[in-house]
């Protein structure tokens, strides 16, 4: 039972559909094979779309630094404030700030069947990093998924996306519109558009990818974990190719 100062949760107090949910839940992980994946690829790729997917097939955690970053930003902890102005900008946060991140959330329980990297590594030094992470857990990445796409295709995806804050779900304007423009199917909450999906912001944004990220592709094919993705097909189709290279 939950104690003064305790966050735990008293399991007398949640709902018993909740409790068979999340039983039955696990008892379906319980069968499904350990899997550590990185999603790499540019803006707009569709890492962010298909990682939700994944996640609940494979029973994962989904470990995106964009979005931990954007958190840490919106309640101005000391990591926010360090890497707002580079956000801003298109940039990249140093190797240092999101190593430390990484190595905090993937040793979380939702993590325990592996996870899928969404964002990261984004540097060879950062790559570097989490293998030696890894090495020390005796563990390794298994596949890395590259989201292959030409940049021409990513203005219109990037600027007609919209987002629900709150739980991350993902709409855009002509690919994947909401039931009623700019609300949350679920919820019936305000969308938004994020700070940096402007025409402008995706210059810089693609430079960074092409020149600190792709470098990444190479240091994991020399180990023979890439597999690419035509990811300028639509949605279900990625989808379907996500799923042959996984199973
Ligand atoms: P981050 O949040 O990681 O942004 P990003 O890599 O630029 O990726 P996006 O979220 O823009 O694209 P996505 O591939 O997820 O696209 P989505 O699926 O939503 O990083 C933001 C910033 O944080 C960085 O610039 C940097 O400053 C910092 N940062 C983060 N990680 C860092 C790191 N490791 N090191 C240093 N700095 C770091 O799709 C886009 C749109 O297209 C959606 O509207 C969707 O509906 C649509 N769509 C998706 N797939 C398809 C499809 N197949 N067909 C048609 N439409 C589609």
Redesign the pocket.
């Known amino acids: 039972m939950a104690s003064g100062g305790d966050a735990s949760v008293n399991l007398e107090d949640v709902p018993s559909l909740n409790l068979m949910t999340e039983l039955l839940r696990r008892m379906k992980c319980a069968s499904k094979p350990d899997k550590r994946l990185i999603l790499i ?10 990682s939700p997917i994944i996640k609940d097939e494979y029973c994962l955690c989904h470990l ?4 931990m ?2 958190a840490a930003v919106a309640t101005k902890t000391p990591l926010g404030v360090k ?1 707002k102005e ?2 801003e900008k ?4 140093s ?1 240092d700030l ?1 190593v430390g991140i990484i190595d905090d959330a993937i040793k979380k329980p939702s993590c325990q069947k592996g996870f899928i990297l ?6 060879v030094v ?1 790559a570097e990093k989490l293998d030696d992470m890894l090495a020390k857990q005796g563990t390794k990445i298994d596949k890395v998924l590259n ?1 292959s796409i030409d940049d021409a295709i990513l203005e219109e ?2 600027t ?3 987002i629900h804050p709150s739980s991350g779900r ?3 304007s002509k ?2 519109p909401p039931k009623v423009p700019g609300v949350d199917d679920v919820t019936g909450e305000p969308l938004i558009q994020r700070k ?2 402007t025409a402008a912001v995706l210059k810089s ?1 693609l430079e ?1 990818f092409h020149r600190q990220t792709e470098p990444v592709v190479d240091y994991y094919s020399k180990k023979g974990a890439v597999t690419n993705l035509h ?5 279900e189709e ?1 989808t379907k190719e996500v799923k042959m290279v996984l199973s």
């Open positions: 690829g540019p803006p707009g790729s569709g890492k962010g779309t298909q995106a630094t964009g979005d970053l954007r890497a580079a956000m298109g940039e990249l946060v190797d999101v969404d964002g990261f590594p984004r540097t950062q989201f995806r990037i007609g996306r919209w993902t709409y855009h690919f994947a940096d999906d944004r960074a990811a300028d097909k639509p949605t990625v």
